[in-house]
């Protein structure tokens, strides 16, 4: 064969290769509402970034007839190439193939993207529309996805793993995506489940769709497992796009820096009367959140998940920053076990990416009851405790105004190694909240006067007037500074600054013990 034949071969070759399981299923794929493989990958990458690899992998499975549908590729598109100019490996399930299902091949190629990416140190973005194991294969498909499994775990904390679901997820093939830092879901195609309906309605005789058992809102609103929903792909992949740019390449790298056009001492007068005079009235500390950040751009995590906890992305100066902040406006900004959960785990993926922490703090306590105690709101408090804890990362607090009880300790509070304690005039810093307080404090004397509701009126003014302000804390340096709420943005650029080096550390051990 002539060289320029063979040539003409070769791209003959990739040209079929490249259409997966063939135009008929390509169409069927459009059909259903989804995208190929190859135009997800189109869509997240920069343009013309995409190397692929194993293009002409196949299965080698002789089972059932196999030996006589080979496809190149066999399900899965994979490679690298950049995101706003910054390398990230890729894998994407071809559903025009076997249905995306996982063979033994298939398996061997992400693991290959996997250890490259660890080995390069950028982040893995896998986009699953996949049947599941590849039925014909059987256990070799099992092992398939255990070998992705384990390097989900090696390499958690030190490259950013980030899961695009955009079809079906089920059975143990959930795993993969439950293992990596974010998951984002498209609405109506995506759904993520153990079990789907079939089995569900046989075991337990719900009738439920697959939708609304394991669809992006549920997950979005119930579970808490998604991250980011959006309405279709083209907005998912922008989604992605934008988280990437937030987040360092890998855990030895520090946080990017975005030039933008803010300022780093402006102020915002109108943050002095955002808080009401009136402690029992709720405000939204999102607003605060935009007037504060650079440009007031915030990319919330988990937005529609325990919502009396905000989690996000922002930049000050550039920089950029994790932000945990409670929500007075969502069940008084109380905490309970899944709002700690939510926060304890963005702090950990914070401190493993060397993203500085800022804490926005209004929490009356932790959330009081039997459906909570009974559901272990104890360790899952304990969860967000240890999160703070253990970070290393710079951590500042800026009390805006409630900071009651063990809630207090927990928000990164100085004795958990916060580098800086800032504190609003309207902050309330103490035990327990005035009413409370002065119920147990003042009982016998409430008990013996003439009008006990009078008295104890009185007794709750006098203990708000005496203890809820920054104060007493300021005086004893667990608050560094009470500061006039508009100069906030100013005062957290200038800490960072001065805490770009910030060098602190954990005893040498294998690991801790985190109260799973
Ligand atoms: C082999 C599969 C497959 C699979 C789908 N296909 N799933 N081939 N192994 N797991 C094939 C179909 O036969 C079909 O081929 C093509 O992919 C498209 O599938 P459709 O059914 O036409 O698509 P759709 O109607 O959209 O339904 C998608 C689906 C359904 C809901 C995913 O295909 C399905 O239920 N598949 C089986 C799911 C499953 O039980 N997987 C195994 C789970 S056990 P043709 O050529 O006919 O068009 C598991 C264990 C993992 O995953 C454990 C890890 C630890």
């Known amino acids: 064969m002539s060289r320029e034949r063979k040539i003409l071969e070769l791209k003959e070759k990739i040209e079929k290769a490249k259409l997966g399981g063939g135009q008929k299923y390509i169409d069927k794929q459009h059909e259903r509402g989804k995208l190929?493989?190859?135009?997800?990958?189109?869509?997240?990458?920069?343009?013309?970034?995409?190397?692929?690899?194993?293009?002409?992998?196949?299965?080698?499975?002789?089972?059932?007839?196999?030996?006589?549908k080979k496809i190149d590729g066999d399900g899965i598109v994979t490679g690298y190439g950049t995101i706003h100019g910054r390398l990230v490996f890729v894998y994407s399930f071809d559903f025009t193939v076997f249905g995306g299902s996982l063979s033994k091949s298939v398996g061997e190629k992400i693991v290959k993207v996997q250890e490259m990416a660890a080995k390069n140190g950028a982040p893995i973005i896998g986009i699953n529309d996949s049947g599941g194991a590849r039925i014909q294969e059987g256990v070799d498909s099992l092992a398939g996805y255990t070998e992705i499994f384990l390097n989900n775990v090696l390499y958690s904390g030190v490259v950013p793993q980030i899961s695009a679901i955009v079809g079906p997820a089920a059975g143990g093939a959930v795993y993969s995506p439950a293992l990596t830092d974010f998951i984002f879901m498209v609405r109506k195609s995506a759904y993520m489940f153990l079990t789907g309906p079939k089995i569900v309605k046989t075991v337990t005789h719900e009738d439920?769709?697959?939708?609304?058992?394991?669809?992006?809102?549920?997950?979005?609103?119930?579970?808490?497992?998604?991250?980011?929903?959006?309405?279709?792909?083209?907005?998912?992949?922008?989604?992605?796009?934008?988280?990437?740019?937030?987040?360092?390449?890998?855990?030895?790298?520090?946080?990017?820096?975005?030039?933008?056009?803010?300022?780093?001492?402006?102020?915002?007068?109108?943050?002095?009367?955002?808080v009401p005079d009136n402690p029992h009235k709720p405000y939204d500390m999102k607003k605060i959140l935009y007037s504060i950040l650079d440009m007031g751009e915030f990319m919330e995590v988990q937005k529609y998940y325990a919502q009396n906890i905000i989690i996000g992305f922002g930049r000050l100066n550039g920089k950029s920053v994790g932000v945990v902040a409670n929500q007075p406006n969502y069940m008084a900004?109380?905490?309970?076990?899944?709002?700690?959960?939510?926060?304890?785990?963005?702090?950990?993926?914070?401190?493993?990416?060397?993203?500085?922490?800022?804490?926005?703090?209004?929490?009356p306590g932790f959330m009081p009851g039997t459906n909570q105690e009974f559901n272990g709101i104890i360790k899952h408090g304990a969860k967000l405790l240890f999160a703070y804890a253990e970070a290393t990362v710079p951590k500042i607090t800026v009390i805006t105004r409630k900071?009651?009880?063990?809630?207090?300790?927990?928000?990164?509070?100085?004795?958990?190694?916060?580098?800086?304690?800032?504190?609003?005039?309207?902050?309330?810093?103490a035990v327990m909240g005035p009413e409370g307080a002065s119920e147990i404090i003042f009982r016998k004397e409430i008990k013996e006067s003439d009008n006990p509701g009078e008295k104890l009126t009185k007794k709750i003014q006098e203990y708000r007037e005496k203890f809820a302000n920054p104060y007493v804390a300021a005086s004893k340096g667990y608050i560094d500074e009470v500061i006039e709420p508009k100069i906030t943005r100013y005062k957290?650029?200038?800490?960072?600054?001065?805490?770009?080096?910030?060098?602190?550390?954990?005893?040498?051990?294998?690991?801790?013990?985190?109260?799973l």
């Open 36 to 68: 190929t493989a190859r135009e997800r990958i189109f869509l997240l990458l920069d343009d013309k970034s995409f190397e692929e690899l194993d293009l002409f992998k196949t299965h080698n499975c002789s089972d059932f007839g196999m030996e006589n």
């Open 208 to 274: 439920i769709t697959a939708e609304e058992l394991g669809g992006a809102d549920t997950h979005a609103t119930k579970t808490g497992i998604t991250h980011f929903s959006y309405d279709d792909e083209k907005s998912l992949f922008a989604g992605i796009r934008d988280l990437v740019q937030y987040i360092p390449q890998n855990n030895l790298e520090n946080t990017p820096f975005l030039e933008n056009e803010d300022t780093p001492n402006r102020i915002d007068e109108e943050l002095n009367y955002l």
């Open 333 to 363: 900004g109380v905490l309970d076990s899944n709002s700690s959960v939510k926060a304890a785990r963005f702090v950990r993926f914070c401190d493993a990416f060397n993203i500085p922490i800022i804490t926005f703090e209004d929490v």
């Open 403 to 429: 900071g009651y009880g063990g809630a207090f300790c927990v928000m990164n509070s100085k004795q958990l190694r916060g580098d800086f304690s800032y504190a609003w005039p309207s902050s309330e810093i």
């Open 492 to 515: 957290l650029i200038k800490a960072l600054e001065m805490l770009a080096n910030k060098r602190d550390n954990i005893p040498v051990k294998k690991h801790g013990n985190i109260p």
